[in-house]
């Protein structure tokens, strides 16, 4: 039973952050109907701005320190917010009147663009991330352990996803988002400006991207160039698991997703890791395909 | 999509390979007074810590040599191509090397995948080549001028660590966390469980992950429901890293030990104290007293500010090697150097005693370290 427990706190860590990246996904996908495949890029390029602004902040702030892992982790939000408001600006805003596809080709271009110019930059061996939260053991249940980094993850999830439900439901940005992702003509018309909305919306989906990126190299803390592919791509199977366009769906897909694989490796093998986890995922999509908690779109003709 | 990458640089190598082809003259004899020998290393890209180490273990001994007045009376040109760790380079460097440069002999690689690719094209054009530190068993199999100075994993696996877990560390069962996506890997866990269980050891059950995999957390869960007494882990520095982390963190406390895919300094700057009192076997230590060992350790200092690593000592040991045959064979001539490296008996390099056995692979000692301090501290030689 503890194992189980263990298990289960393992997978929930693990989870959360995949929901993190998860909601970048459905976020742009619920406004512009395309996928961003440069997403995952954006998370590893969020643990590269932790790598090298820790040791600055560190002049100010001592690290390793609460205070000093929040001022870490805002700035890498900022950064990669400004960076994803960037690439949409250059990479697919020249394309919103052309084919979906067009765009969909884009953005794997610009996530090998992403993936390469890091190797060279960076360098492609994986880099030890700097201790920025002080570990503690929470606590030592008869073999249970828990400890300060699982609950960070859990907690700055919650808040995070909090905080975005907030924006999107109360503010009149997320009101103007909804707008747009009901149907931009209407919304434009409306006198919302839909260029501004997207920014906005890359914004915060990249924000989020670099948080989870923070959080992900606190736990491993070995980042490389190309370790945004993995995890993207499972991320992406979380928003559509969960429903793509659809945030509280993005969030418990990437628990489900966690979850399952957390189990499926301590108990059967991690050699069928993946293939349960997407076998999860096709189940789900044969009895709801709009995902868990999608909505069902009538396909307009 | 880092398939595609490879298979448009595989394509892109064939294509440029296709256009530059021309007839490949019979490699000089060494005319004139040098006699240029070829080494293929990967000095940039994902592995060049690796090659950059083999590279400056191998400049380090030609430079040693041709100071102390080179061989039959000429100096030795080391002409070096750098394959970028790239799939496809290491052939055409190979073949540049070979084909235009006219060298006798060949060095190289680290990686065993590299080391194959450039195999076939030296045994096609009968130069002798030599891998440093290549263990996969297929490099030398590529035919009879294709040698290694390095051990291979059966003796690694079978005998090194599955004597080492009965012996020194007395455990009496053991668990195996192996990485499922790497050859070296699964090769080096099956040739542990064949020598542990033949020795009355136990292992308890095995584990997988995929290298790359960052969370190792339900499979280190499982293994402490077992309480096995030590855990093999036979992968790469980066995960074996991590691994630490997330044991210790789980509150796993007995001992972790592995292969020489630990052996890098990235490994301790991401385990840190998790690994303290944990083990991994190698192909050398500077703590090594021999006086051999202690001068290339002085003379590697001086020429370059760092300790060497188990890949520079190899490097070292692959020129040694190469043009103590020459010397025997006594002219620079590739046939006749092929058959001087076989003959190889006990010769005394800076990695232990080497002989090269019928198969062209070295028989010759390995050595365990431990983490202590942050500090790689050396435990024990077993030889074979």
Known sequence: MTEFLQQLINGLAFGSILALIALGYTMVYGILRFINFAHGDVFMLGAFAGFYLAPKIATVVPLPSIGGGLVVLVAAMAICAA???????????????????TVLITAIGVSLFLEYAGQFVFGAAPKKFPQILPVYPIAHLGGLSLNSNQVVVLGVTLLLLLGLRFIVLKTKMGT?????????????????????IISFTFALGSALAAAAGILWAVNYPAIDPLMGILPGLKAFVAAVLGGIGNLPGAALGGVIIGVTETLVSGYISSTYRDAIAFAVLILILLIKPSGLLGKKEAEKV | MKIWHGQFLAAAAAALWLAGCKPSSTPGAGGGDTIKVGEFASLTGSEATFGQSSHR???????ELNAAGGVLGKKIQLLTEDNQSQAGQSATVVRKLISSDGVVAMLGEVASSRSLEAAPICQQNKIPMISPSSTNPK???????????????SFQGGKVLANFARNTLKANSVTVLKDVKSDYSVGLAKFFMEGYTGQGGKIVTEQNYSGGDKDFSAQLTAIKADHPDAILVP?????????????RQLGLTLPLFGGDGWESSVLVSIGGAALEGDYFSTHFSPDDSSPEAQQFVKHYQAKYGETPDSMAALGYDSALILVDAIKRAGVADSAKIRDAIAATKNFHGITGTITIDENRNASKPAVIVTIKNGQIKYVETIAP
């Open chain 1, 83 to 101: 960076l994803g408001v960037l690439i949409e600006r250059f990479a697919y805003r020249p394309l919103r009147s052309r084919p979906k596809l």
């Open chain 1, 176 to 196: 103007a988002m909804r707008a747009v992702s009901f149907n931009p003509e209407a919304a434009a018309l409306m006198g919302v400006n839909t260029d501004v």
């Open chain 2, 57 to 63: 273990g191998t400049l380090l001994a030609i430079d």
């Open chain 2, 139 to 153: 490099v030398t199999q590529v035919g009879d001028y294709i040698f290694r100075v390095c051990f291979l994993d």
């Open chain 2, 235 to 247: 992968g790469y520095y980066t995960e074996v890293g991590l691994i630490a982390l997330q044991a």
